[in-house]
């Protein structure tokens, strides 16, 4: 077969494959220019670099103030210029503790004193560098000196904490010990306190992420029995970022709260142990026999306490204004250079942060290359993109916080999206954010192959749901808390993604001295494959947000998300309603007490609150009409309007998410401005959607929670005017 | 106030109590005397003589074929005589093996040899008993050395095994190690032969009642690390019995089978150990970490294997034929000497057996003990009251069965019912037995005190009920197997309840040595209240059936539950059903293969065999013909006929349940004759109710499904004939 004709048919399949697509956001003739350009970028991302990188980022602990932090974010800034990108590394001077003296001690029955220290284990020269890793601690814990009786907690949640009641329990004047996991930790602490605890232990359960889960590092992923998580415990659902500015940016002269008034700082010391440090505590404990679901995988029996056991800790940290330094890498856009696409990944890790943060931030660093390697070749972005390598996220996504209420203005005024990732593993697409842009995500999905099986990344992530017994849709999940993308979307409005892959990368090296290149590359993503896939897929997604015609924001699918988390609010009032009544008709029957052991001696339950019925009927008439609009809206083809019709209509576009958010923010929490997505006050990670409504609700504040409902049916009401505007100008 | 004014309305309210009641199968002017004879026997129940009994029976191990099981047996027959029974000892000669050789050692990849031996502890005498002290093993195991790779195999049931073919792993050729639970004992070994294991090792996981429950012996009631259960392993869903002599009576002249023949004893040799012997083997094992689910309370990670670990188990047994006591105790009745009513429980034990069986025993006696002193008063019952104290149950129900072979005909024709217990603690009241006896049960049950809370024993276990988010209604369980009952109902056709209280009383001591009298008085059943409440309970049971004018059968509750069990049926095909298409929809996809780890290299599973539609009508049909009759039953008032007419109708109810059985039996065990209720082929201990057509179709058979849906109807068929009957001497 001649040479030329199997090229010349080669090329037409291909084209034929391009030209029969058409994306979201581009004119039929610009799509195929698109995914042109598109596969260029793929087929330039080396999986080398991101091996590379991740060795320099993560060879010694960086966390936020250490020179090696300094060092790694002057050498990132040296990338992005030497890549093309107008690069500025723009520093905050942020409170930061350190921990001075961290001392826990089991008084009685026996006396042991905790090690708190994690050994360095065979085959990892790293976790060997002693005196340079960071001791294990829980940042913004308060400084304190406490000793009381041990109660266990469980996970330390709210319905710990009712569980805790119903057993006569009290932690009143006690020191809690509460397992990792159930929760963002710094709600742990935060709970402990308003139920009056004078001191809060963290400890990690074999159950969670040690040997319950699989082999024990080295000889596997998890923790082995001294890994120490660290972690923030400041009170980030009330705000995150620097605790003595909230609201503003901490420069170096900025007014700043006297430390005694900062409320994110916990009331009570905390500290973070190792299951071997725990093991003697909890082997101390009498009373009840813990409840079956707190029961963790230690050779024990868990008893809940209050005592025998009796401890003391004693906390002491340096309270230092500490520089942290954002990198921000600048490609200016062709078309749009006041409209801007940003991607972010912090930098800054608790020990060496292989995988959290450097695998994501090795994989945003790639991206950044090869868009900047094609526009120098004349392939710039219509769009102006945006690239940040964040400080200071581990204690409380400080770096973003600062720089985001720094440039609010800015950013609201230019900024169309914002997209996040932290950390990255083998494994399965996943990806949450505004539900306007669910649409987008998912024919980027449909782009990118999966490295393992050669399907798309979506079409594997729908073959786990469905096994798992779920759906087939592909859905962006809710954003509640964590990483860097909560100023963007929470606080200043707007629209954001945070995306990554995983499932097959489970283990126990989160924010140990174990996060390290060798675990990495033996347990998290081997040859990073799915580095180079998580750069594909977001490289694709900048790309798309930078050249579109029309900004890719898509209102169907958003909406009917919204009216799920309505119907949702709805049901879930109305099963609380049927579990009150139930509830007290069982204590009118007295069957509580009837079947309850007469020898465990405990109160049975009193009668609940009734719960009265809401109207609803203001959300339910805004979003339907809200609904109308958007049809209306989604009937037009815009994408083929002149491109100065389209300017207005992108820069009507770019505000949109603005029209969800309430200056006066939240109850309680005016930084939270979101009124679809928010951190759950008492989840800390966990999404809440409608958090007003919902929140009001699940707290029984009845009045509020019909407040809520007004003020979110407003809301729907200013996206109706804002659909009505877009769809004046999509004509 | 005058004294005799007092006391006289004290009468006039307890008499207006008393004929305010009705009860089913009395005549209005009965049932208030035979409350009063009710309340008389209760008033004379005494808590000291279970307490000094059980101190006596269980003072010394008393397993078929001891010195000291033949002493309890003769001083029990010798209490009842001094009651006023006509006691006899009835005497089998049954196979019995005693462990001779017991060996078990880990040979690689470290040497480790199992201890095999419970230690004695503080506070409890007993403990300490050494040599005399029953040696861990599993009755029934055939002998046997074998050397092999170990595979943990979790509770050794069928979906563990279908677990093991997802992960590629095969148990051919091996030894398994099953955790306790999950089934009754002996399916384990059974169906790890039937998958090709040639040796199989069963443990107490901690998780399921040691140290993960509570606190171990003798701190608290549960397994302690050296603890072992013993029980049988025969293939009771076969037979039950002495395996020799399957269906006849084993008598000292009976012919019996070859024991190499005996298809009740396993094919593999099987051991029971401690989590201490455990420990070291399961430690040992690598391959694939084990399914969440799997995994218990020990402080390792859980692997299937199979190997490196490498295991050697030798068993040697003395097959002795040894003779089994049960002790027959009667009383003759005044109207019906020739209808009998029957209550036992069993007398051996694994070791001392406080709990099992003394507790049940003790409580038995006692009511003996009071009937027979009120039978001495004039208080003579109608019908003949048959006592027992079984031998051999723990082997595999060996005295009862033989006895049942034995007297078939004539219990067939004389029993009205039996009541069996086995056991018996703290808690809420339990009862599983004949539909039919629903009522009457129920009607019992409300008469009952419960002693710590003074309600009625049925308020207190609806209230648990209710609590636990169940149903407001009393309801029998129906009958698996797992203790006397089973010749009873399940062979011979006799109309049977077994009953207890627990759920209150947990502990690990279940056929270990540490099934003793303090740790029965301390955690099972302090100050023997529930005892006399068991007493309390089947004494009036007893009372009941025997001084009815017409016997206490009812048969529109009988109906519904059949009904109900027919629509569980048809919903479980339809969930087959549809569970195979979805199955079948993901594997078209290729969901599996996409979703699964390609690391873990399993190959992912393969299309099922559609579930045909399954003709129900036949049932459907017959059921509602018969619902109809029962209908028209049990609108009629047989209780007030005269008495000729009332033997009739007696006469026929007496053998109404055998109307249930068909004499070719259930396919593939022709012993288990009755239509209704079996203990399933593969659970052993639970049950599975319309047993031939259930178990076809979970077995997937479909032509037998098909078949056994017509022979159980035409027994529907048969008992509307009976009903019909009934009628007819019910006018």
């Not at 260029?40 to 060795?55: G, H, I, P, T, V």
């Not at 998890?222 to 705000?239: A, C, E, H, I």
């Not at 949450?432 to 079409?459: F, N, R, W, Y």
């Not at 174990?514 to 897929?537: E, M, Q, S, W």
Request: negative net charge; glycine residues 10%.
């Amino acid at each position: 077969m001649n040479k030329k004709f199997l090229s010349l048919s080669l090329l037409f399949f291909i084209c034929q494959g391009i030209f029969a697509q058409s994306i979201i956001g581009f004119k039929p003739g610009n799509a195929g220019a698109q995914l042109e350009l598109e596969a260029q970028f793929e087929s330039r991302l080396k999986a080398e670099n991101l091996d590379n990188w991740m060795k320099r980022l993560s060879a010694e602990p960086h966390w936020v103030g250490t020179e090696y932090g300094k060092k790694n974010a002057e050498w990132m800034a040296d990338q992005f210029r030497s890549w093309g990108y107008d690069t500025q590394i723009e520093t905050y001077h942020i409170l930061f503790p350190y921990p001075k003296v961290r001392e826990l001690e089991l008084l009685s029955p026996e006396a042991y004193r905790a090690k708190l220290t994690a050994v360095p284990v065979d085959g990892d020269p790293y976790t060997a560098q002693g005196e340079a890793l960071l001791p294990s601690y829980n940042a913004f814990s308060t400084d304190g000196e406490v000793e009381a009786e041990l109660v266990f907690v469980n996970y330390g949640i709210p319905q710990d904490y009712e569980e805790l009641e119903k057993l006569g329990i009290d932690v009143k004047g006690k020191i809690v010990i509460a397992k990792y996991y159930g929760s963002w930790r710094g709600i742990k602490p935060k709970l402990a306190a308003e139920k009056g605890a004078i001191g809060c232990i963290i400890y990690s359960d074999p159950e969670d992420d040690g040997y319950v889960r699989g082999d024990v590092y080295p000889e596997g992923a998890f923790k082995n029995k001294t890994g120490v998580q660290r972690g923030s415990v400041m009170d980030m659902p009330l705000y995150p970022g620097d605790v003595l500015t909230p609201g503003y940016a901490a420069k170096k002269d900025a007014k700043r709260l006297d430390r005694k008034d900062a409320p994110t700082i916990t009331k009570i010391p905390v500290l973070p142990i190792s299951y071997e440090d725990a093991l003697p505590l909890l082997s101390a404990l009498k009373g009840p026999v813990a409840p079956d679901s707190w029961k963790g995988g230690l050779p024990i029996t868990y008893h809940v306490g209050p005592g025998p056991a009796r401890v003391r800790i004693k906390l002491e940290f340096d309270w230092n204004i500490t520089p942290a330094y954002n990198v921000i890498a600048k490609l200016k856009g062709s078309t749009y250079p006041d409209q801007w696409v940003m991607r972010g990944n912090h930098h800054d890790a608790w020990v060496h942060g292989a995988n959290d943060p450097v695998s994501g931030m090795v994989a945003v660093m790639e991206e950044a290359r090869v868009i900047g390697e094609l526009a120098k070749q004349g392939k710039r972005p219509k769009r102006t993109i945006v690239y940040a390598a964040w400080d200071a996220e581990e204690p409380g996504l400080i770096g973003s916080t600062e720089w985001v209420e720094d440039h609010e203005k800015e950013l609201q005024a230019k900024l169309v999206a914002y997209i996040n990732t932290d950390s990255n593993g083998r494994g399965f697409f996943g990806a949450g954010g505004s539900h306007t842009l669910q649409a987008m995500v998912t024919e980027v999905a449909e782009a990118v192959k999966d490295p393992q099986t050669g399907v798309s990344i979506k079409e594997r992530r729908i073959a786990r749901q469905l096994t798992g017994g779920g759906n087939d849709r592909f859905e962006l999940s809710a954003l509640g808390s964590g990483s860097d993308y909560t100023p963007f979307i929470q606080h200043a409005g707007i629209a954001s993604l945070n995306i990554g892959f995983g499932g097959e990368n489970a283990g126990g090296e989160y924010h140990t001295i174990y996060d390290t290149y060798p675990h990495y590359t033996r347990f998290k993503d081997p040859g990073f494959a799915y580095g180079v896939a998580l750069a594909n897929t977001a490289g694709r997604i900048v790309l798309r947000m930078a050249n579109a015609d029309v900004l890719p924001f898509e209102f169907k699918q958003w909406h009917s998300t919204v009216a799920g988390y309505l119907d949702e609010v709805m049901k879930e009032t109305e099963s609380m309603r049927k579990a009150v009544e139930r509830h007290n008709g069982l204590v009118e029957k007295k069957s509580f007490a009837l079947a309850a052991d007469p020898l465990e001696n405990v109160a049975p339950p009193k009668k609940k609150k009734e719960i009265p019925f809401l109207d609803f009927s203001p959300l339910q008439n805004s979003l339907s009409k809200l609904g109308k609009r958007i049809e209306e809206l989604e009937s037009l083809n815009p994408e083929s309007l002149p491109v100065e019709k389209q300017k207005a209509l992108n820069a009507a576009l770019q505000g949109t998410e603005q029209v969800l958010t309430d200056l006066s923010g939240l109850p309680r929490r005016p930084w939270f401005r979101h009124q679809l997505y928010a951190p759950g006050f008492y989840t800390g990670y966990g999404v809440k959607t409608l958090p007003g409504v919902r929140e009001a609700i699940e707290q029984e504040n009845w009045e509020e929670a019909q407040e809520e409902i007004v003020k979110l049916s407003e809301t729907f009401d200013k996206m109706e005017k804002q659909v009505s505007t877009l769809i004046s100008l999509s004509r």
